[in-house]
T-cell receptor, first 111, second 113 residues
């Protein structure tokens, strides 16, 4: 199993650009989530999904969209990137929200 | 509000010394509790978890944690650290049946040779 994969590993955007961070898992997990990691703030939940077609907001959802059309994929969309969205983004999956498996992360810089 | 606090931002210990990383939680009920480790440039790996039962939990890599209800704490310990333990450590909590895992701010561990 590949586990949780994320692409790209690194990305630089200009303010106002849009992009999609990809996340995929091959463990047939129902629960998937996106976090952002900023220095001194730990990981903060952006959006999560408890199954295909079901998503909900986390702690810091503004500026991000998600969809879950399949069990395997959970992309995160930045509609109009802002410098405040410079961060490291982690995707995670699990059978429930408790024991989550994390991807390697995407380091995003918005200029 | 539900929260997880790691009071120590950065800790330095010598190789071979013992380690204790602190974690406190603020929840109405006892949450499920976790410790994760993040090596530089890597994702997070689960070290151990507490759901119920024995308050001393054993994890991977020689780590253990003790749940103390009276202190709302879940401190991580290791009797003798190795240089490879240098990493960032995160405590996390979630209420049973809830959907949102809450993380502490993290503690960066540096190991002196």
């Amino acid at each position: 199993n590949a586990g949780v994969t994320q692409t790209p590993k690194f990305q630089v955007l200009k303010t106002g650009q849009s992009m999609t961070l990809q996340c995929a898992q091959d463990m047939n997990h129902e629960y998937m989530s996106w976090y952002r990691q900023d220095p001194g703030m730990g990981l903060r939940l952006i959006h999560y999904s408890v199954g295909a077609g079901i998503t909900d907001q986390g702690e810091v959802p503004n500026g991000y969209n998600v969809s879950r059309s399949t069990t395997e994929d959970f992309p995160l969309r930045l509609l109009s990137a802002a410098p405040s969205q410079t961060s490291v983004y982690f995707c995670a999956s699990s059978q429930g929200p408790q024991r989550q498996f994390f991807g390697p992360g995407t380091r995003l810089t918005v200029l | 509000a539900q929260s997880v606090t790691q009071p120590d931002i950065h800790i330095t210990v010598s190789e071979g010394a013992s380690l204790e990383l602190r974690c406190n939680y603020s929840y109405g009920a006892t949450p499920y509790l976790f410790w994760y480790v993040q090596s530089p440039g890597q994702g997070l790996q689960l070290l151990l978890k507490y759901f119920s039962g024995d308050t001393l939990v054993q994890g991977i890599k020689g780590f253990e944690a003790e749940f103390k209800r009276s202190q709302s704490s879940f401190n991580l310990r290791k009797p003798s650290v190795h240089w490879s333990d240098a990493a960032e450590y995160f405590c996390a909590a979630i209420i049973q049946g809830a959907q949102k895992l809450v993380f502490g701010q993290g503690t960066r561990l540096t190991i002196n040779p």
